[in-house]
């Protein structure tokens, strides 16, 4: 037991995922803050394709 944990602290794979993680959540916050700034706006664009179709 005691040497599973050594190789997990040991390990960058975990390092790696959690970066990867960490960059997705940013994106993700980035990308909630753009569509809540500018949400009105794309709804009457996208209203308006849909009526000019």
Request: proline letters at 0%.
């Amino acid at each position: 037991m005691m040497e599973q944990m050594k190789r997990l602290m040991v390990e960058e794979e975990g390092q790696g995922m959690a970066e990867y993680g960490l960059i997705l959540a940013g994106v993700a916050i980035v990308a909630a803050a753009t569509f809540g700034l500018l949400g009105a706006e794309i709804n009457t664009l996208i209203q308006s394709i849909i009526d000019a179709l």
